[in-house]
Structure formats: C-alpha cells, structure tokens
C-alpha cells in the first residue's frame, strides 16, 4: 500500500492574540512589565487528525473563523503547528493566495520563473512550461508590463496558471477558485479536473457546497478549531448545510 | 543535517532568482542604469577626497595615495552597510510570501547579501580604474605586487561577516523594527570608527585602551589587510587575518542559531 500523501497527527495551534502587534521595544519592556504578554491566548486548532491518500481530493468546509486558513498554512509547511506533526508526501502546489509569490516591480514574464522558483522548480522547468503559462493565463499582451499594472484578476490567472502548469502532486487551493470571472472560474475549474487524471490530491477550502460536490470525493468539516465530520463528500456537505441552516436560527 | 543540504539544493534556484531580481531592479527605471555601480562609488570617493583630502590625508599624503586609500575603505564599508541593511529588511519585505508559501526563510537574508556582493565586485572595476589612473600620472604610486591576488582574503572575511550580521539583524528586524533605526546610526557611528577617511596612525592615540577600542573592530581589520595587499603591496598581517576570521565565523554562528531559533515564530510578527 502506497503511503498516503498527507497524514495530519493530533495538530493543535495556539495563537496570541494580542491587539496591537508589538514590534517596538517600548511597548514590549511595558507589556512584560505590566504582564500582559501572554494575555488572550486562543486555539485556533485543537488536536485535529486526518489522513488523505493519494488522488483523493478532500474539501475543506467551515464558517468563518474554524481555522481552515490556518488547518492549509499547517499542510503547506508555512506555520509550525504548536503540537502535533504533518507529514505531507509529494510536491505541494499552495494557491493559498494566487500572485502572493509575485514582485510588483517585476513584469509577468519575469514573475513566472520567480513564482515557479519560489515553489522550488529551477528555471528550465518553467521554461518548457512557459508558453502553456501564457497561454493559459490569457496575458500575451501584457506579459512584459510590471505585475503592479495588473488587476487582480489578471494577477490571479498568471498566478494559478503557473501553480497549475507545474504538475503538482499535491494541490492547496484556498478559495482560489472564486477569483477571476465566471468564463476563466470555469476554466480553472476543468484544468483542475483533468489533473485528477494524473492523480493529483486536492485539498479544496471553499464555502460554496456546489463546488465542493463537483470537485472533491471527501470532505471534513471544521468548526471552532475542531474537526467535527470527515466522510463522503455528499454526506458531509448534507451535514454542512443542515449546521448551517442551524445557525441561522 | 543532511536534510538541510538537501532543502538548500533543492531552492538553489530561488536564490538564484532573488539574487537576479534584486540586481535587476535596484537600477531600473534609472536612467544610467548598471552604471550607477560605478558612478556612485567614483562620485562619493572624490567628495570625500574633496573633504577630507586636506583636511586628514594632508601629512600623509606625500607617503600615501590618499584617493585610493580612502576608496578601498569605502568600497568595503559599502559593502558591508548595504549588505547588512538590504538583509535586515529582508525577510519583513517578503512577507507576503513567507506568509502564503513554504520557502526556506533565510534564502532571503542570504541573496541579499549575495546580490550585493555582485554589485560590490562590480564596483571593484572602479578601483582598478583608480590604481590604473594613478600609477601612470601620479608621483606617489600604489605599489602593486603578487600580493594583490590575496585581496579575496579580506573580502572573503567581509562576506561572511556581513551574513551573520544580516541573519542577526534580520531576525531582530521582525521582532523590533527599532532596530532598523538604531543601525542607521550605528552605520554611520562605524564610518567614523572605521579608519577609512583618516588612518588610525594620524589619530597618534596615547591611550592603550582608547587604541584596543579602535583595533577591536572587524571591520579595520578587513581594510587594513585590503589595503596591504591592493594598495602598499604587503602580505597580509596574520593577526588581522586571525581575528577578522574569528570574529566573522563566530557572528555567522551566533547568527545561524539566532535565525534557526526563530524562524518559526516570523509568521506571527510580519
């Protein structure tokens, strides 16, 4: 049995929550003169544990503030967790953000060897990748003029034109798929989709079931820093619906 | 350990990325361009020559080629600011990728290092300008010998006194951005310590102390042996290379570990 790609052991996170931010040394000898350093402290994971074989794409569903964000920062290495470990097995492509990796002053055609360096890939890589980059991301006309120029659409098209081009075994997609306008969402969409043909693992955050349906085969729920459901995708986005009917109330 | 290694091979081309990009935007837009590499080192030596030229060089200037002298000084003292400064906010500047993706964070304290020691050895050309000019036209000639190949020595030393310094600063940087404040003063403060505009001869210290305070910093120690060999001919002395080495290899560990320590608190700062 292959092992599987991502295996999260019992990951619990803890934040301060200061209000202010303290980055100057006055405030920090007050604050710790006055205690209140450690003051407001919050879990924002508390012992979650999952496995996720290979080519099983798994939506991540959740209100506001469940610690979705920070349950993918965990997975794509970006924030150690306080307790617990993450074994993840592969390339991991994150699309936490699309265009996060991009320098403003630098012009698309330049942004896509930085961004595919940034995920580790040398230049020659994205080379041979590059025209299906472009292409992709329907930019050919703007492709040497300085990303800051760029909209945030088109921001968002280079950027996942180039996490998708590098075949990633493991995909990260945070809400990555509501940016863009409808033509290019489904567009995404499909290229997602045809990668599940190369075996790809997703983990999908989203709040729209629908899409959650459509792209993933598992899903778990996250509420309050707790995992609360893991399952078939159409069970648990029944459940999600029925909790979310229930806060209504 | 060997992990590390690996990690580093493998996002050997994202430092090679930052380092490309740092050098490619730091003169765009600009109208001279790559040039300014050189322009800039060759219009400040002649104010400071300017300046100070009568000023501090005068007694010393019959014996000594004032011009280069001063720019051997300045051109390490560049270096070693620059460096520092451009690694100190580095990893504050990216955050919004440190924040979003997975990179092994000291690549960028690293690469802005490296991006500005390529500038620096550019703006090597300048000096072999000078050394040229002057030992065709002038009466006091820098006295060029085999000795001038062990001018990697002392830059070597700067190097990796300048990353440690940089990873230091750097993890201080997104705790206390104070700091960045405080090193702007303390870079000048250094200018002035530094034997650069004047040597430390001229200053004709009594105080034993007043002279140990001088000679503990680095910094003379690397133009000291920077000028033996470009400018005076001279192997480098052995004590100024022992020390120099010391005190940068021990700032290099003390930084690796500060960094290392640290690291994983940044996400939460920046």
Known sequence: ?249 | MKKYFRNFYKYRYLLYEIVRKNIKLQYRDSFLGILWTFLQPLLTTIVLVIVFGNLLGKDSSKVLNYPVYLLCGRLLYDFYSQSTKRAMRSIKNSASVIKKVYVPKYMYPLANVISTFVTFLISLIVLVLFVAYFMIFSPNKPNITPYVFLAFIPIGILFILCLGVGLILSTLEVFFKDIEYLYDVFCMLLFYVTPIVYSIEQLKLKNVWAMRIFMANPLYSIVHMFRDCVLFGQMININHLLYSLAFSLATLAVGIIIFAKKQDKFILHI
């Open chain 1, 1 to 249: 049995m292959a092992q599987p790609a991502i295996k999260v052991e019992n990951v619990s996170v803890l934040f301060n929550l200061n209000n202010e931010k303290i980055d100057n040394l006055k405030e920090y000898f007050i604050k710790l003169v006055t205690r209140k350093l450690h003051y407001n402290e919050f879990w924002a994971l508390q012992d979650i544990s999952f496995t996720i074989e290979k080519s099983d794409r798994v939506g991540v569903l959740g209100f506001n503030g469940a610690g979705k964000s920070t349950l993918l920062k965990v997975v794509s290495g970006v924030l150690k967790p306080t307790k617990g470990k993450v074994e993840v097995h592969g390339v991991i492509a994150p699309m936490l953000e699309l265009g996060a990796g991009f320098d403003m002053n630098y012009s698309g055609r330049e942004n896509i060897y930085l961004y595919g360096a940034t995920m580790g890939y040398p230049r020659k890589y994205i080379q041979e990748r590059y025209d299906e980059i472009v292409r992709f991301s329907e930019l050919e006309k703007f492709i040497d003029v300085p990303v800051k120029n760029y909209s945030s659409g088109m921001k968002a098209r280079l950027g996942f034109a180039i996490a998708s081009a590098v075949e990633p075994e493991v995909l990260i997609l945070d809400e990555v798929l509501s940016v863009g306008d409808a033509k290019f969402k489904k567009k995404s969409e499909q290229k997602i989709i045809s990668m599940f043909d190369k075996g790809v693992t997703v983990l999908f955050v989203s709040h729209n079931t629908e899409q959650v349906r459509r792209i993933c085969n598992k899903a778990i729920i996250l509420d309050k820093g707790k995992l609360i459901a893991q399952g078939e995708v159409n069970e648990i986005c029944d459940k999600y619906i029925e909790l979310a009917a229930e806060k209504k109330k």
